[in-house]
């Protein structure tokens, strides 16, 4: 079983539009989570870190639920420039063991 | 900052024979990891070391894989002899822990785009 698993998209949807995207994880003692995003043919990049109080940076929140053991990402008013795909993350404390997700496909069209 | 940096950002050779990808992680980070990424598997952990030890080598595929950290400004992924299902995108992540605060995630390299035929 893969320990982090993500719907592949992709999704399509147009500009302004709110989209939300979960994942799961099977590892109850991961401590560490996070959402990348991946441009095509691009290096992984953080997006951002996800707490379990719920954290939000502008138009992205990010939401833990460890009783579920899922992991969410909203984006708000998307934009062309948020076409991507986006990659759940978890892991260990010391930040040693990050499993990625095979990531989701994310198109927003004018 | 210049980042992680990896070489050679893409690489074609010859099933059988040696490759080498480098990686020079971001100054003062004290853990560097080795990814590889397919579209059928995603990004796999190879290898991560700490503090230029070599930590846990159990996601390396075979005895073929190799990696070393001299120092801890470089490392090195060697593949001999290669094959080619060892094609996919090989990067290095670099990263550290700030003031014994919560960890940051990884800064990861371009990449190094391998095709072996």
């Known amino acids: 079983r893969k320990e982090v698993e993500q719907d592949p998209g992709p999704f399509n949807v147009p500009e302004g539009a709110t989209v939300a995207f979960n994942c799961t994880y099977s590892n109850s003692a991961s401590q560490s989570f996070f959402w990348y995003r991946q441009d095509c043919r691009k290096e992984p990049k953080l997006l951002m870190s996800v707490y379990s109080s719920g954290n939000e940076d502008g138009r992205f929140t990010a939401q833990l639920n460890r009783a579920s053991q899922y992991i969410s990402l909203l984006i708000r008013d998307s934009k062309l420039s948020d076409s991507a795909t986006y990659l759940c993350v978890s892991g260990n404390q010391a930040g040693t063991a990050l499993i990625f997700g095979k990531g989701t496909t994310l198109s927003v069209s004018s | 900052d210049a980042g992680v940096i990896q070489s050679p950002r893409h690489e074609v050779t010859e099933m059988g024979q040696e490759v080498t990808l480098r990686c020079k992680p971001i100054?003062?980070?004290?853990?560097l990891f080795w990814y590889r990424q397919t579209m059928m598997r995603g990004l796999e952990l190879l290898i991560y070391?700490?503090?230029?030890?070599?930590?846990?080598d159990s996601g390396m595929p075979e005895d073929r894989f190799s990696a070393k950290m001299p120092n801890a400004s470089f490392s090195t992924l060697k593949i001999q002899p290669s094959e080619p299902r060892d094609s996919a995108v090989y990067f290095c992540a670099s990263s550290s822990r700030t003031g014994g605060h919560s960890f940051y995630g990884y800064t990861f390299g371009s990449g190094t785009r391998l095709t072996v035929v």
């Open positions: 100054s003062g980070h004290n853990s």
């Open positions: 070391f700490n503090n230029n030890v070599p930590i846990d």
